[in-house]
């Protein structure tokens, strides 16, 4: 439900562009602006500097771009840990011949180009509805691993770290979990799982070597926290940048030809995330002894 956007910093010449980048990217739009910051802004500016915006225009336009390469805070702005470690092993020219070498690595869900490259789409393509820039607030499939680890991939790209808040989130024998687990295979890009859960698990040790030590070659740190049921409401997928809830959470279930076959998965919102985030920090603080940490270099 988060999509990957590149957008070429020459469409700045253009003032609604913008507009686009301060209203239409971040945590609660279902986007994010990817860019390696300070080439981005150096050809923003740059282009900015050769339009034909009324100087009052320019100026705001500068000082944002010049706010952004200072601070370096925008929350609507980001560079991947798995793309900047691509951008460690290449030099580029300029923006054309990064977004080519890292289009290349992972497609980006949308490319917004004036000037086109790599079947881009611009300002008009947007007010038409175009469905690579749509981001519906809500998903509604079958209660498949398949279908919800395809919603729950685009989480995956945008942090190292993943809190699982479901009450019903087995450990053991969750064909979700592992499905997870073999997509990080491909782009080990998630470093850290947290499980909160109300279910216990019966040797959650024996079941971390026999159903994940001895599958996988990569696995991140893996930490269960037990909670009591009904501590919270709703189930999430949290990271810093993205967050997803399912009122029916993200466990597989058998298909029964019903309704329940289905479940609805919607964006959260960041007030949402960080209140549920803080709960589970402070459950953790308080009950340590409901904590269990996994991690291959135990095993070693």
Known sequence: MYKEVALDPECLAEFHYYGLLKTDFGFEQGRYLVAPIKLWVKEAVNAVKHSDMPPIRQ??????????????????????????????????????????????????????????????????????????????????????PDQIISAITPLLFLSEELVI????????????????????QVKPTIK???????????????????????????????????????????????????????????GFSPMRGTQADRVSISLCSEEESDETRRFVDQYLADHPEHHIRFELTELE
């Open 192 to 250: 850290k799982i947290l499980i909160v859960t109300s279910i216990e698990t019966a040797d959650p040790q024996v079941v971390f070597e026999q159903e994940f030590v001895s599958r996988f070659g990569y696995l991140p740190v893996i930490e269960i926290l037990t909670v009591p049921v009904r501590h919270f409401h709703d189930r999430y997928m949290i990271t810093e940048r993205a967050t997803i809830k399912a009122g029916h959470g993200f």
């Open 59 to 144: 100026k705001s336009v500068k000082a944002y771009l010049n706010k952004l390469q200072r601070h370096n805070q925008e929350s609507h702005i980001v560079l991947p840990h798995d793309r900047a470690d691509i951008d460690r092993e290449h030099s580029y020219r300029d923006w054309r011949e990064w977004v080519v070498q890292q289009h290349q690595y992972r497609s980006f869900n949308a490319v917004i180009a004036e000037k086109g490259i790599l079947e881009s789409m611009n300002y008009d393509d947007i007010l038409e509805g175009d469905e690579r820039w749509d981001v519906s607030p809500t998903l509604w499939i079958d209660k498949t």
């Open 165 to 184: 808040v479901d009450q019903f989130f087995h450990f053991a024998n969750n064909l979700v979990l592992q499905k997870l687990l073999y997509s990080l």
